[in-house]
């Protein structure tokens, strides 16, 4: 499995990117897959996911209302739409495909098996 992950960029204070994430190799329908960030001297977060073929998706705290996780069975793509982007936001962010991730584990980087090369965010004041 390998993901590709696009989309990063710099960005004022308040507007908006699309990151996409292509995964190749296999579909990811049966898989969890997930947005993560890591900010410069911070620990990698989770941001949002979405677990296997269920419609249901899931975010952080800090993102949630702004960011809008989604997938594409038939291009076996999974957008972020950032919306309202803020300075904190800057970070680089990482798609992660779960083959096993069971629901209680989504938000964890260790239940993740594959991961993309990671795309950089910047947001400007």
């Known amino acids: 499995v390998q993901l590709q992950a696009s989309g990063g960029g710099l960005v004022q204070t308040g507007g908006s990117l699309r990151l996409s994430c292509a995964v190749s190799?296999?579909?990811?329908?049966?898989?969890?897959v997930s947005w993560f960030r890591q900010a410069p001297g911070k620990e990698r977060e989770f941001v949002a996911g979405t677990f296997r073929s269920s419609t249901n998706t899931y975010y952080a705290d800090s993102v949630k209302g702004r960011f809008t996780i989604s997938r594409d069975s038939a291009k076996n793509t999974v957008y972020l739409q950032m919306n309202s982007l803020k300075s904190e936001d800057t970070a680089v962010y990482y798609c992660a495909v779960g083959v096993s991730t069971i629901l209680s584990s989504v938000r964890q980087e260790s239940s993740y098996n594959y991961w993309g090369q990671g795309t950089l965010v910047t947001v400007s004041s």
């Open positions: 190799g296999r579909s990811f329908r049966n898989y969890a």
